[in-house]
């Protein structure tokens, strides 16, 4: 699946994924230094490292979640349902953060154990990051000040998008992605899986991945796509676009107001579930407690029912 974006709508995107990046820093800037973590199951994807990136992988926890961050070397961690339980569809899941850091629990590890416990194979994707200061000081700082210089100064924030960004590289991110792609396509059998189910969701920046791959890739051919809580400017549709689920609230900074992502797959005819939830701000995983977004997964989970991407087809 591959199409051109136009340069407003790819601005605009990477203009999203920035604030996403730097507004989660500015509502809690505490953050602790945290050992890697053990990942006895990921599988290296062997695409190579990050040009010019000073330090090594680091972790560090905010809001009690792990995440990472100047990660160098991808990985897909396979979820698998309990035997006798598959049901043959297959999900990529792509946690979000900036592209500069990756909410690995909140928005991977947690999804994909869900999507497992329902009978859905899922892979969550450690992609490739921007490098960031080694120090979490630096960090912290770089991110504030270009939260500062991208958040819009007048009081009327809901006509105006973001501040432009410099235009952001997602090569690596998406040769990660067609590798995992892959892998998972070639592993099919092994894995239980039926590759006229493979689909992909992303939170955030993740979200931004899954809509670039559906744009961009010239070798994925996903069967369904979940954008979570990402940038909703308007988009040039394949004509083969895969249906969409897309969530977002309207208290997420990225909401502004606007539906174009949802109204382009609209009016190109390709089969599209939008859910806007009265609360839930940005970076809910899968969800929280007395925010109405809070059910959302439920809903994914029927909307992939409904559209029989749960269900065998025939000659599988």
Known sequence: MFSTITKLTKVAIQASLLVVTVS???????IYPLKAPAEPNAILLGTG?????????????????PM????????LTPFLPKPGKANGAAIIVAPGGGFRWLSLSNEGWEVA???????????????????TPESLDAFKESMNR???????????????????????DLSNQLKDAETAY???????????????????IGFSAGAGLTMHCTL???????????????G??????????PPMFNVIATDDFLFRGQFGVVDSWFKAGRPVEFHLYQNGGHGFGLGNPGRTSNRWFDAFLHWLDVNSFLTTKPGK
């Open 182 to 200: 892959a892998m998972i396509v070639r592993r099919a059998t092994e894995w239980g899986i039926d590759t006229s189910r493979l689909g992909m």
């Open 24 to 30: 989660a820093l500015a509502q809690d800037g505490t």
């Open 113 to 131: 154990q869900a999507l497992a416990d329902r009978g859905i194979a899922a892979f969550v994707l450690k992609y490739r990051l921007h490098p």
């Open 49 to 65: 490292g990050v040009e010019g990136q000073p330090t090594s992988e680091t972790w560090f926890r905010q809001w009690g979640d």
């Open 216 to 230: 961009h890739s010239k070798s994925m051919q996903l069967d369904f796509i979940g954008p979570i809580y990402g």
């Open 146 to 168: 270009t939260f500062a210089a991208a958040t819009p100064s007048s009081e009327s924030t809901k006509d105006k998008a973001p501040a432009s960004p410099p235009r952001m």
């Open 68 to 75: 990472a961050r100047n990660i160098t070397t991808a990985t």
């Open 232 to 241: 909703m400017g308007p988009v040039e549709v394949p004509k083969n676009a």
